[in-house]
């Protein structure tokens, strides 16, 4: 497809000056072995030796290795005691809600309960409080159930959850509830709402003793040498091997004991070095330690002289109040392997430092002329020849050799881009096409321009005018196309070819034709006011748009294709194109469109009906429109 508009007034170019004699230099392959893999082999051997010998002692890994068992099988401990809560209370709302259970029959509630507890043995309680505040239930005592039944409006606790309950859309963990049983922790408590058809029934609560998880981390401690615990946010302590029997001095005002209160002063000291280096080990080692695991938190401390490394878990599941769940351990012998490991680590950077010193120098030689070549690639890839600049020589014999064959390629590409539409290479490049010769058969636009008369007004030119006026006419079609996504798929004379609805889809093909048609309307009598005050004549232009089936692609011998569109759809558009003899000889822009075409647009389009008409070479009439 040769682009008349662009080709005329192409400027020549000339091949590229030749590059002398061969120079030679330095392979690239050579200069890579001896200066980069040289130096950096040197580097790396070293540190591996080195590395070697403190990996064996590796500081991090003891960090994480030591605790991380104890605080995987620790949240582990905590999920299975809560999470068959949470099962077990949805099992329940489910049977009230969806199995048409009654709710008043309070003796089968209490049965259903009393069953729901034996399953689970993590449950100490679970209730049913109505928005009256009436309660029915069953808690845990020794080793049966125990009915419980009343109004708990005088509780302010009840009164609490009822409220939480009326706003909630499902289970959610409250916060911990008091026992009256002396020196007995608090219950962790999870409520979730029961309504059928919209209407708040009430709630069901289930209480979860924190007993066991104390008694579990003493038996923990006893297996891995750890100190476990569970925090209740920062300051309070939920779980620790001080709490396995209850605790002194509890009450509904003071729930849970806090760190300086289990006896325990090593945890009492956990933020101690908050945001710094603690019990001998630097800060930033510490955030290493904690790795990718956002959850996963590494502090230090010191007591009596004595460091200490604390490695915890955030969790969030069970509540508004995070529960942090982790054990610490001494931090000496953390100490002493990271002393060596920081020998190590100097005596390795000495010897990298050299290698990136020589990398830099080589790196800057061997880019620099790559940096150009890519900025020259990228510049081919976006189709904008004009802007690529020839590549200087280079001292390295690879570098060279890539430099005079990308100059001479450029040179080609020059003279190519002349004859080959850029605009369309370009879309089929986006569309994933460049390389496909198949074609397809597709619902399109076409157009069809032509100059009426230009035979005449061409005998009064010479050759040169008669190229300039082409390509001042084409530039100013070609721009009223593309603005509107159409294809220019070829230059006739003084006509111009192009359709809409490929290589991309384009579902208002039709409209995006007409408008690009109108634009060249106005384009061309803008043209003819300067023409005319120029003292030349005006110009007429003809326009056919027709829309239909048309087989488009690339068409052509392997060596020389085409991408564009045949069918009787492309022969119909000229046709219109040529019926603006007859339509209208006097108009200076006459576009007809079919009843096709037509049909695409809106019902407002400002047009008029030339009613049926017979096409040349054609059987029949069609049914034709001239816009306005």
Same mark, same amino acid.
């Given at each position: 497809m040769v682009q008349v508009g662009e080709t005329m007034n192409a400027p020549v170019r000339t091949a590229p000056a030749s590059a !002398?004699? =061969? =120079?030679? !230099?330095?392979?690239?392959?050579?200069?890579?072995?001896? @200066?980069?893999?040289?130096?950096?082999?040197?580097?790396?051997?070293?540190?591996?030796?080195?590395? *070697?010998?403190? @990996? #064996? =002692?590796? /500081?991090?890994?003891?960090?994480?290795?030591k605790a991380e068992l104890t605080v995987s099988t620790a949240v582990a401990q905590v999920e299975s005691q809560l999470q068959p809560a949470r099962d077990q209370v949805t099992f329940l709302h489910d049977l009230i809600v969806f199995s048409g259970f009654d709710i008043d029959d309070e003796d089968r509630l209490i049965d259903v309960f009393s069953g729901a507890l034996s399953a689970t043995p993590q449950i100490a309680a679970i209730t049913f409080i109505r928005p009256d505040f009436r309660v029915i239930g069953v808690q845990r005592v020794g080793g049966g159930a125990v009915p419980v039944r009343g109004n708990a409006a005088a509780d302010p606790v009840v009164r609490a959850a009822v409220e939480s309950i009326s706003d909630a859309t499902g289970p959610i963990w409250g916060e911990p509830v008091s026992t009256?049983?002396?020196? @007995?922790?608090? %219950?962790?408590?999870?409520?979730?709402?029961?309504?059928?058809?919209g209407e708040l029934l009430g709630g069901l609560i289930?209480?979860?003793?924190? /007993?066991?998880?104390? #008694? %579990?981390?003493e038996q923990m401690e006893t297996e891995f040498g750890n100190n476990a615990f569970i925090l209740y946010g920062r300051d309070q302590v939920l779980a620790h091997?001080?709490? /396995?029997? !209850? %605790? $002194?001095g509890l009450s509904e005002d003071k729930l849970l004991p806090g760190l300086d209160e289990v006896g325990d002063p090593v945890l009492a000291a956990i933020w101690q070095f908050e945001g710094e280096g603690g019990g001998g080990i630097p800060a930033r080692l510490l955030r290493r330690a904690e790795g990718e695991d956002a959850n996963f938190r590494v502090r230090g401390a010191r007591v009596d002289g004595t460091g200490y490394v604390f490695i915890f878990r955030e *969790?969030?599941?069970?509540?508004? &109040?995070?529960?942090? *769940?982790g054990s610490y351990f001494p931090a000496a012998d953390a100490v002493g392997e990271m002393r060596r490991l920081a020998w190590a680590g100097a005596a390795g950077l000495v010897v990298l430092l050299l290698s990136v010193i020589a990398a830099i120098i080589m790196g800057r030689l061997i880019a620099r002329p790559i940096r150009r070549l890519a900025r020259a690639a990228n510049s081919i890839g976006d189709l904008e020849f004009a802007s690529v600049s020839e590549l200087p020589a280079s001292r390295i014999r690879e570098?060279?050799? #890539?430099?005079?064959?990308?100059?001479?390629?450029?040179?080609?590409?020059h003279w190519f881009e002349n004859y080959v539409p850029k605009t369309l290479v370009r879309r089929l490049l986006e569309q994933g096409m460049a390389g496909a010769l198949g074609s397809?058969?597709?619902?399109? &636009?076409?157009?069809? &321009?032509? *100059?009426?008369?230009? &035979? @005449?007004?061409? $005998?009064?030119m010479n050759a040169d005018e008669v190229?300039?006026?082409?390509?001042?006419? %084409? /530039?100013?079609v070609s721009a009223c196309v593309e603005d509107e996504g159409g294809t220019i798929d070829k230059y006739i004379g003084d006509s111009v070819m192009a359709f809409w609805g490929a290589p991309e889809y384009q579902e208002d093909h039709a409209a995006r034709a007409v408008r690009a048609a109108s634009a060249i309307a106005a384009a061309v009598r803008a043209e003819n006011e300067r023409r005319r005050a120029r003292g030349q004549s005006a110009i007429q232009v003809r326009i056919g748009l027709h829309t239909g089936e048309a087989v488009v692609g690339n068409i052509g011998s392997p060596g020389r294709i085409n991408y564009t569109i045949v069918g009787d759809t492309v022969n119909t558009a000229s046709r219109l194109e040529q019926l603006g003899k007859d339509l209208g000889p006097d108009t200076e822009v006459c576009i007809l469109a079919s009843a096709s075409t037509m049909s695409e647009l809106p019902e407002d389009a400002a047009h008029e009906s030339m009613g049926p008409q017979s096409l040349r070479g054609r059987a029949g009439t069609i049914e034709v429109w001239r816009l306005k």
């Open positions: !002398g004699s =061969r =120079r030679r !230099g330095l392979s690239m392959s050579a200069t890579l072995v001896l @200066a980069l893999g040289g130096l950096v082999l040197v580097g790396i051997l070293s540190v591996l030796g080195l590395g *070697i010998w403190s @990996a #064996q =002692r590796n /500081t991090l890994d003891l960090l994480r290795d009256p049983l002396d020196n @007995a922790l608090p %219950f962790i408590n999870l409520r979730m709402p029961v309504r059928r058809d289930a209480l979860v003793s924190v /007993t066991r998880l104390s #008694q %579990f981390l091997r001080a709490l /396995t029997y !209850g %605790f $002194e *969790i969030t599941d069970f509540g508004d &109040t995070p529960w942090l *769940i570098l060279d050799d #890539q430099a005079r064959a990308f100059n001479s390629m450029v040179s080609g590409l397809d058969s597709r619902t399109l &636009t076409v157009m069809f &321009t032509d *100059i009426v008369g230009f &035979t @005449a007004v061409s $005998e009064a190229a300039s006026f082409l390509n001042d006419h %084409f /530039t100013i």
